[in-house]
């Protein structure tokens, strides 16, 4: 089985969305993209280990880790040291690829012969499967069941303006 071992914050912040995202809030970005991964990994054979530097932010790493999902924080040395050395250790049978564009780390770790993919392929190929996971949700929607839940909550929005504690006069 394939095994993938990412560089998280290379990941975010190489695609348009999360890195504006992980801006404004790290561990939204973070999120977001294990999500993506999520779907992606669902519809092929394949494990996944994500490497993030230090332990930034409220996302706990037993709480995001799966089957075959695991998520490092690491401690005592950064995302790029842990990465090359776990592929300095891989076994030729584990099927490992590092994904990062992190050019240091790409080149230590094909001197090894071990095989990589950059960020924007690799984007390609997850976006090639998400679209898809998102079209499945829409159709399990009906029609009733949207109809029920508008007479739960109701239809009408509610602008934020409307809120006692917005100033509509300052900037944002």
Known sequence: MEHLLIDGYNMIFSDMELNRLARHNLEAGRTRFLEYLRSYMASKKVRATVVFD????????D?????????????????????????????????????????????EVRAKSIPTQTASPFWKRIRQTVPQR??????????????????????ESHPIDDLPFWDSEESV
């Open 134 to 155: 998102k079209q499945q949700v829409k159709e399990i929607t009906s029609q009733e069941e949207i109809e029920y839940w508008l007479k739960q909550f109701g239809d």
């Open 54 to 61: 230090g332990q930034m932010g409220m996302l706990a790493p």
């Open 63 to 107: 709480d995001i880790s799966g089957r075959h999902l695991k998520v490092v924080f690491t401690e005592g040395e950064s995302a790029d040291e842990y990465i090359v050395r776990r592929a300095r250790r891989s076994r030729r049978s584990e099927q490992l690829i590092v994904v990062t564009s992190d050019r240091a780390i790409l080149q």
